[in-house]
């Protein structure tokens, strides 16, 4: 019986801990009993004042899956029983300060109220992503010195603030791929999660992919796992380095999507693991005779997407098209002077043509293919935008067929190919962007999922939602307000980074991710400010035009040197 008995409670233990997840994170104990910050978590030094005690707090709040055990050491026992922090957090600018309030006398000699003033830089939202915004900080905390003579606060804030520098050390920033169906293509979702521990990332980044596209990409692509779908147990690996992913709900999906799936996952995982990859659904492999995966496994998504590096971009120059390879004129009117060229662009896949015409003292679309008569569009105004093409839509055959521009600063238009061959407008519900402002400049992203514009001079990012019947522009966002003035340019030099010019003569080149959490400048040796264009694409030089002509540089810290066939007065574009 005791040798049966043994055996029980080592059955029970052993199956116990097949429940017990690879990371744990400390939470708040309920009851009469105050909560203590873990062990680990020294309590601050004694004799510090309460402008440092709540400093350090802001400082020690960015240590992410610790029930902020970091931070609650500066509270008083009660307020460490009680804290529930709100998910997400604000971040802010490094400098801040941090004041006495003497708005009111205080009664009490151990109470002192601190003001901390500062910059907002933006939000993590609770989807993980990083939200910009442009605002003051402002946050009153209570202090009361305890028994032992320490100042604690005692009523901390349920919003949470960190410092930009702390967010980047703590925080690692993650593109999880969803899938468009309208390009064929992935699309990166820029999400943030806790840097350390280390080994824990593939799981924190599955989690996400599972939660679905953040608020700003809703939409724009489709999730291909429902709401049912979930992980079996904890993503993990194994002796043999293999990074197992077990998947359950998947229930009848077909191998098609199966396959997507496996994709999404892979492309998501592969910032963050270098293992081969072990995909499961309900105990068998997701994609029959296919259970480990490797990113080198996954067809070639961007192909499409991707200017073909044969097509070395073009120019306008004096109301004229030229080739950015030999500088040579584009054959037709559009190269030979026919047109009154003010600004082009050439579809990704290098065979179409759209212009814009100075005709009749306005300005009119022209779109047509390459080399040949553009034909005229029923789309005129003051001022056109430059035009931008949409990306090859799956399964069009492989021609570009949808061109959009801005009128007159204010309207956002497009036109598409009909059946009949011409041309014709069609409706963008465009409300929440031109509400911000007047818009000089639109790019489509070459995926199909967003657009990056000028509007008063800053830059903006929206996601264009289609639907059957309609198309519009969503959560339009400003990027890097603060810093990013006098905007005149912009293209997406990748999927989820964005190459920007600006008239400004100590920050004429950057290149700033789509969500606008840091941005990085160009070295502007050789420029003449002020730079007047920019475009970019995947695998390409990034090239500006200034005063002196067109220069180009890969590198963020490369100097710009010219470009083979510059000339003054040229406007560049890569296809797209």
Request: aromatic share 6%; proline share 7%; glycine share 10%.
């Amino acid at each position: 019986m005791k040798r049966l008995l043994t055996l029980l409670a080592v059955f029970l233990l052993v199956a116990g801990c097949a429940n017990i997840p690879l990371e744990s994170q400390p939470v708040v104990v309920s009851g009469d009993k105050p909560a203590q910050a873990p062990v680990d978590v020294p309590e601050p030094a004694a004799g510090i004042d309460s402008l440092t005690v709540t400093r350090q707090f802001i400082r020690n709040s960015a240590t992410p899956g610790t029930a902020n055990a970091d931070a609650r050491v500066y509270l008083d026992d009660e307020a460490r029983r009680t804290w529930k922090p709100s998910p997400g957090l604000t971040i802010i600018d490094d400098t801040f300060g941090t004041v006495y309030d003497t708005s009111s006398p205080q009664e009490n000699p151990d109470e002192q109220l601190v003001n901390v003033r500062g910059f907002k830089l933006g939000t993590l939202s609770p989807d993980n992503a990083f939200i910009p915004q442009k605002a003051e900080y402002s946050q009153q905390f209570k202090l009361r010195k305890q028994a032992n003579g320490q100042w604690r606060i005692v009523d901390p804030p349920q919003d949470l603030a960190i410092t930009d520098e702390d967010f980047s050390v703590n925080y690692f920033r993650v593109p999880i791929r969803f899938y468009s169906p309208d390009s064929g293509t992935f699309v990166p979702d820029l999400r943030y999660v806790a840097a350390k521990p280390q080994s824990g990332l593939p799981g924190r980044v599955m989690d996400l992919v599972l939660q679905g596209p953040s608020e700003g990409l809703k939409g724009a692509v489709k999730d291909l796992l429902a709401d049912q779908v979930t992980t079996d147990t904890n993503v993990r690996s194994t002796d043999d380095g293999t990074l197992d992913v077990a998947l359950t709900g998947i229930g009848g999906a077909s191998l098609a999507d199966r396959t997507l799936i496996a994709a999404q996952i892979v492309l998501s995982l592969q910032t963050v693991t270098l293992s081969r990859i072990r995909l499961l659904a309900d105990g068998t492999a997701l994609v029959p005779d296919h259970e480990y995966w490797r990113s080198s496994d996954l067809p070639a998504y961007n192909t499409e997407i991707e200017p073909n590096l044969e097509l070395k971009g073009l120019m306008t120059v004096n109301g004229r098209v030229r080739s950015l390879g030999d500088g040579a004129p584009v054959g037709g009117p559009a190269g030979n002077g026919g047109y009154k060229v003010v600004s082009a662009a050439q579809s990704v896949d290098g065979k179409r043509l759209a212009v814009v015409e100075e005709r009749d003292g306005r300005q009119w679309l022209r779109v047509g293919d390459l080399g040949h008569d553009l034909g005229s569009v029923e789309l005129f105004g003051g001022s056109l935008s430059r035009p931008t093409w949409r990306p090859v839509p799956r399964g069009s055959g492989g021609v570009s067929g949808e061109v959009w521009t801005v009128v007159d600063h204010n309207t956002v238009a497009r036109v598409t190919l009909a059946a009949d061959g011409r041309w014709v407008k069609a409706g963008v519900d465009a409300t929440m962007l031109t509400g911000l402002g007047q818009i000089t400049e639109l790019r489509l992203s070459r995926d199909g999922s967003r657009l990056a514009a000028v509007v008063n001079g800053q830059l903006v990012i929206a996601s264009i939602v289609r639907t059957a019947d309609s198309v519009a522009l969503r959560s339009p966002r400003s990027l890097q307000e603060r810093q990013l003035k006098d905007v005149v340019d912009v293209d997406w030099a990748t999927q989820d980074h964005l190459i920007v010019a600006t008239s400004s003569s100590t920050l004429p080149v950057v290149k700033v991710p789509l969500d606008g959490q840091r941005m990085d400048a160009f070295n502007s040796s050789n420029l003449t400010p002020p730079v007047h264009g920019v475009t970019a694409a995947p695998n390409r030089q990034n090239l500006v035009a200034d005063a002196g002509g067109l220069w180009v540089a890969s590198e963020l810290g490369e100097v710009w040197r010219p470009q083979a066939h510059t000339v003054t007065e040229a406007d560049p574009f890569y296809p797209g």
